[in-house]
């Protein structure tokens, strides 16, 4: 099946400084990636929408200078969290849909990155 | 605004034992999906199973089954013969059919399983 690569699966920073993690689609085209955001015991929240060659679409209260999304090419998304302080600690997940099977098909997601800011 | 809602913060079975967890959303789309994930302790999401709205026939894979009622908006997940492997927090999520439009998840129950 298909399958959505993130990296790194687990980062400790510094506060101040900033941390990038990637999603790659690794055997099919993902013209959209979704970011999503996951704190301890709770439930999957959407960040933003990467689409490739394009800007991201970021949710409400998403602050997109904060989180920077790029999506150069079909295959890959990266999120940057700039500056980071102790409250951006979190769990991250991108997920990805197939282009060429379609929009019926489920998305796959990355295995996740646990961030530790401290 | 499209919303999910899982009443059930934690359930428990018996091993071999059949579960049913709940799940009630809230659309006013006619077109759009249905699936259950499941998240292991390795946080990795795993499709369970999916649904597509304009299907009247109850989505079955293996063990887990679903009842999809949709006049009532309820899309609940049955594990029959329920394994320690299991065990997993279980996200039920929406997703409008029209676009490549992202998940909507609730809030999740907790499974344990009990040998």
């Known amino acids: 099946g298909a399958v959505v690569s993130q990296h790194p699966s687990r980062v400790i920073c510094k506060s101040g400084t900033s941390v990038k993690i990637e999603c790659r689609s690794l055997d099919f085209q993902a013209t959209t990636m979704f970011w999503y955001r996951q704190f301890p015991k709770q439930s999957l929240m959407l960040m933003a929408t990467?689409?490739?060659?394009?800007?991201?679409?970021?949710e409400q209260g998403v602050e997109k200078d904060k989180f920077l999304i790029n999506h150069a090419s079909l295959t890959l998304s990266t999120l940057t969290v700039t500056s980071a302080h102790p409250e951006d600690s979190s769990f991250y997940i991108c997920?990805?849909?197939?282009?060429?099977?379609?929009?019926?098909?489920?998305?796959?997601f990355g295995q996740g990155t646990r961030l530790t800011v401290v | 605004a499209q919303t999910v809602t899982q009443s059930q913060p934690e359930m428990s079975v018996q091993e071999a034992e059949t579960v049913t967890l709940s799940c009630t959303y809230d659309t006013s789309e006619s077109d759009y999906y249905l699936f259950w994930y499941k998240q292991p302790p390795s946080r990795q999401m795993i499709l369970v199973i999916r649904q597509e709205a304009y299907k009247q026939q109850n989505a079955t894979e293996n063990r887990f089954s679903v009842n999809f009622q949709k006049a009532a908006k309820s899309f609940s997940l049955k594990i029959s013969d329920s394994q320690l492997g299991d065990a997993a927090m279980y996200f039920c999520?929406?997703?409008?059919?029209?676009?490549?439009?992202?998940?909507?998840f609730g809030k999740g129950t907790r499974l344990s399983v009990i040998a």
């Open positions: 999520a929406y997703r409008r059919g029209s676009g490549n439009t992202p998940l909507v």
């Open positions: 997920s990805a849909r197939d282009r060429v099977r379609g929009m019926n098909t489920e998305a796959f």
């Open positions: 990467s689409n490739e060659g394009s800007k991201a679409t970021y």
